[in-house]
Nanobody, 126 residues
Framework: VQLQASRGGLVQAGGSLRLSCAAS????????MGWFRQAPGKEREFVAG??????????RYADSVKGRFSISRDNAKNTAYLQMNSLKPEDTAVYYC??????????????????WGQGTLVTVSS
């Protein structure tokens, strides 16, 4: 499976941006999908995850984005989305989407993911 993230961009603080992650090569219906981010000088960190089909599309969020970000998926389009609202300068990072088939309990763990998109830069200005 190949993952292609949409282009990020420059947004003012308080603004919104939606990222998409389109999969190709096979269906990702049986994969959990996650969004991670990596700021300069920091490790890649979990942002949000959404469960595979058949699991009720459960979601999970990092505390830092709860109430501001929303993850969703459209299996018919083989695509996941990350809606980011009320953006803050500390949200500035390269954002990555990934897929995994591990247990949902481990969806926040970076090393559990088997495929990643190319990363897209989101810059939030103050």
């Amino acid at each position: 499976v190949q993952l292609q993230a949409s282009r990020g961009g420059l947004v003012q603080a308080g603004g919104s941006l939606r990222l998409s992650c389109a999969a190709s090569g096979r269906t990702v219906r049986d994969f959990h999908m996650g969004w991670f981010r990596q700021a300069p000088g920091k490790e890649r960190e979990f942002v949000a995850g959404i469960s595979r089909s058949g699991s009720g599309f459960g979601t999970r969020y990092a505390d830092s984005v709860k109430g501001r970000f929303s993850i969703s998926r459209d299996n018919a389009k083989n695509t996941a989305y990350l809606q980011m609202n009320s953006l803050k300068p500390e949200d500035t990072a390269v954002y990555y989407c990934g897929v995994t088939q591990i247990l949902w309990a481990y969806v926040e763990e970076t090393h559990r993911y088997t495929k990643w998109g190319q990363g897209t830069l989101v810059t939030v200005s103050s």
